[in-house]
């Protein structure tokens, strides 16, 4: 079983991000942007996680990072994106035709501060919500079954 946790939108709120982390105890941390300072400075306080992050459009300063990344774990195909170059806000066709393009089972994203889930054929949709706010998300992946929740600090 792998335990990821899911974050986005934390705007320097490291210490929101920080509880959350010791409260969870994940295997993996994926980072939706809006924060990436948060969870590269999650990454060097708690090193014994495996980390997928992208940026954001606030972290317009950060050279080090990408607006996407596609990767898998236990070979459930992840599309991570913050969501401001797909217009999150405005619909959600955008997105969900990447993931289909990409063959993803999970596209996650942020920007609308939001949390989100809907099922789309055999594509998952999802949005932690803000870490600013307390909100974040779960994904328990186990035998090739997936488990999204949302939960508030």
Avoid: W
Wanted: aromatic content about 10%; some cysteine; proline content about 3%.
């Amino acid at each position: 079983m792998k335990k990821i946790l899911v974050l986005s939108d934390s705007h320097s709120y490291f210490d929101g991000a920080l509880k959350i982390f010791e409260k969870e105890k994940p295997d993996i941390v994926i980072g939706a942007g809006d924060g990436i300072k948060d969870i590269d400075e999650l990454s060097y306080v708690h090193p014994e996680a495996e980390y997928y992050m992208v940026k954001g459009n606030c972290d317009y300063f950060d050279r080090n990072h990408n607006e996407e990344n596609l990767f898998e774990i236990d070979g459930i195909k992840i599309f991570l994106t913050h969501g401001h170059l797909y217009d999150v806000k405005r619909s959600l066709s955008s997105i969900k035709e990447i993931g289909k393009k990409l063959n993803v089972s999970i596209v996650v994203f942020g920007h609308t501060h939001k949390p989100y889930i809907e099922k789309d054929e055999d594509m998952t949709l999802f949005n932690p919500g803000a870490t600013e706010d307390g909100r974040y998300g779960i994904i328990i992946l186990e035998n090739g079954n997936i488990d999204l929740f949302h939960k508030q600090l």
